[in-house]
């Protein structure tokens, strides 16, 4: 049986189905799964549903949205009418996942765009895009959460670099609308961290908690450079108790990118995830 | 001829010895060069004060001191010793050179020591190292300079990671033996980074301004990732506007690792990096 509040990211067994990595995850003795948009739309979102309530398991986030960065045009209102349909689908497979499920919406806030250095610019827009997406956030019920990623992917993924900086962009709107991820791979390195992870929870702002593990050499994709916990430098300890004592009660997600663990069987990395787990993360739980 | 405050940091030229770097550089119009330790001890301390006094450049730094990070025993000592040796080359070269010389020994503050995920340990560390060096800095009228690295080196190069990180480090110490590097390329993503420029102004911090471009997808070896100023997304213009701002009137090193750019001949790199730096920062600074 593994932790009670861990959940598996999706993305960690990349290559399964919605169905296989739903009965993966239940058959590992997880009680909760986070969800990527793309395989429960490749079933379609009434199977899925179903799909989900039968599983038995909680729905601890879905990923993904956002991408806000665009000036105003048809890519942007692409990017936004895409959010509101995510937010719907969201909200769905929640309602349809068992008690204690949190209705999150992970959101990745987009790089520069195209031949563009306006890197303020593009951290602006992130805001007002939230600006249009709270009302339907709130009309579903759906959190949106913000996710700081890695320095290294400000150009190309995420302008928003830092826990305090996402906290900053969703200060202006109500706390059960916008919150963020606080994810160690991005944020361990931060020396703000702890402040910022007390300063979330304060705030009622923290929508998920991710682990995984950093180490270097970083892999020529430095997209798949996570690991299991444990397996790098990363010293869950202080960031977990940071985030319990903030208040945090929700589920864990363990999400790693990564070619190697792709690649061995979805039942070995469910199990090999809930190890890492149970060895490095859960003790701080409190 | 180059703009007049442009100063080509040797590790752009790395193969060239110094001999060839002072003679490329001022075959280039350069007033100024930015030096490393290594080429400067090949040829030897002597020699190579005399090579810089008869190239009648100006030394804008001296690369590197710091890893500062190892715990107490003789790994940590012999560190703490070799920056003492360093701080007497950076004395000993800038004398030597043109009127105008900054005598500015940059530190790349190290990694986490093998086996350790104790982030927060090695950091304290940083400004221990720094309690012993300021004595000998005085003396030899060197300021030491702290640079902030990019976060995805904080594992195995440096766990300082912004410049408010390292203005934290810094402010016990007096700013004539204690300052810090803005390189572009490093800190370029934070969002706090223009506030941070002016704090290190205000404080009389700003020890060197480098500049190099940042562009994705990063190469295999993430530390050759700079590039010449235009060739990526970094926006110079609100950057050097802030260093000019906050009080700065030094010589700007070009730095870049770069294995494309090692692998064209000297000169042919010497004339390129001008060029860039003409265009893309020199017009920022007034």
């Not at 202080?238 to 999400?255: F, K, M, Q």
């Amino acid at each position: 049986m593994t932790h009670p509040r861990l959940s598996l990211n999706q993305a960690t067994i990349k290559y399964a189905d919605l169905d296989t990595a739903l009965r993966v995850t239940a058959d590992a003795g997880y009680q909760s799964v986070g969800l990527w948009r793309e395989p429960v739309q490749e079933v379609g979102l009434d199977a899925a549903a179903a799909m989900i309530r039968d599983s038995g398991l909680r729905v601890s986030s879905m990923c993904r949205g956002g991408f806000f960065t665009p000036l105003e045009g048809p890519e942007r209102r692409r990017a936004i009418d895409d959010n509101r349909r995510a937010i719907e689908e969201t909200a769905r497979v929640t309602d349809a996942a068992a008690d204690g499920s949190r209705a999150v919406l992970v959101l990745v806030a987009g790089g520069l765009p195209g031949g563009s250095r306006d890197l303020i610019g593009a951290r602006e827009r992130v805001g007002e895009a939230l600006a249009e997406l709270v009302e339907p956030a709130q009309a579903a019920g759906v959190q949106l959460a913000i996710e700081p990623l890695h320095p290294m992917y400000v150009s190309d993924r995420a302008v928003v670099s830092t826990l305090g900086q996402a906290l900053d962009i969703a200060e202006p709107f109500p706390a059960e609308a916008v919150g963020v991820v606080v994810d160690t791979f991005h944020i361990w390195w931060d020396p703000d961290v702890l402040a910022q992870v007390a300063r979330a929870g304060a705030a009622g702002r923290i929508a998920s908690y991710q682990v995984c593990d950093w180490a270097t050499p970083l892999p020529a994709d430095v997209l798949l450079s996570r690991h299991y916990p444990g397996d790098g430098v990363i010293d869950f300890a202080p960031l977990t108790r940071a985030v319990t004592d903030a208040g945090y009660t929700g589920d864990v997600e363990v999400e790693i990118f990564n070619q190697e663990i792709w690649d061995t069987d979805a039942a070995t990395a469910a199990a090999r995830t809930a190890t890492a787990f149970d060895t490095a993360v859960a003790p701080h739980l409190s």
